[in-house]
């Protein structure tokens, strides 16, 4: 089945760099990835996902890119606020045999420094 | 309702005891879709709902868990003779059918075995 490895565990950046958190899958059938983010206390959000068929998707501050033949993606915030300190999860969702179960990776801790 | 609803949002309970753990799935949503998150870890996959068809319970870790979607729409997951690697936050999410991208989760039920 499906396997997600999401990298690193923690992460800390000064308010206003960059952070990039990355995300590899096994099964080549997945078709789509999404990223989530989770407060203290709160289920995960949507935050920005890709279909296999685009190699990158931006919005505002949060892009997300796709290698297929390496199967990684990876998310990247820019200009990053104290805001985006939160635990994100990358997912895969493979198909097989119809059903849709979501594969998610084990969550990076974000920690934006002010 | 706006959003999927979950409850309750805490439980402790005595180990040996059953706990039921409820789902209200945003209106119209077909999809329903139930995981675990341990304490610092990642989101496990437990059961899967589409519609009428059969779920998918391979992520169920013994048979001392079960769950239920009653007419299409709530659904119940149930713990018996709860154990102390039961605590965690027992997560509940839908989506408009099996196969739509977006999944939208709850604020989840955290439990807590003592």
């Known amino acids: 089945g499906e396997n997600v490895e999401q990298h690193p565990s923690t992460l800390s950046v000064q308010e206003g760099d960059s952070a990039v958190i990355k995300c590899t899958y096994s099964d080549s059938a997945s078709n789509y990835f999404p990223w989530y983010k989770q407060e203290l206390g709160k289920g995960p959000q949507l935050i920005i996902d890709?279909?296999?068929?685009?190699g990158e998707k931006k919005d505002q501050r949060i892009a997300v890119t796709l290698n297929k033949t390496a199967k990684h993606f990876s998310l990247h915030i820019t200009e990053t606020q104290p805001e985006d300190s939160a635990v994100y999860f990358c997912?895969?969702?493979?198909?097989?045999?119809?059903?849709?179960?979501?594969?998610f990776g084990t969550g990076t801790r974000l920690k934006v420094l002010a | 309702g706006a959003g999927v609803s979950q409850s309750p949002s805490n439980k402790v309970t005595e180990k040996g005891k059953d706990v039921e753990l409820r789902c209200d799935p945003i209106s119209g949503h077909t999809a329903l879709y139930w995981y675990r998150q341990s304490l610092g870890q990642g989101l496990e996959f437990l059961i899967y709902?589409?519609?009428?068809?059969?779920?998918?319970k391979s992520g169920l870790p013994s048979d001392r868990f079960s769950a239920e979607r009653t007419g299409g729409s709530v659904s119940t997951l149930t713990i018996q003779r709860t154990q102390q690697e039961d605590s965690a936050v027992y997560l509940c999410a839908s989506s408009f059918r099996g196969g739509s991208d977006t999944i939208y989760f709850g604020e989840g039920s955290w439990l807590t075995v003592v």
């Open positions: 890709i279909r296999s068929n685009v």
């Open positions: 709902f589409q519609g009428n068809s059969a779920p998918d």
């Open positions: 997912a895969a969702r493979p198909v097989d045999s119809g059903t849709y179960k979501y594969i």
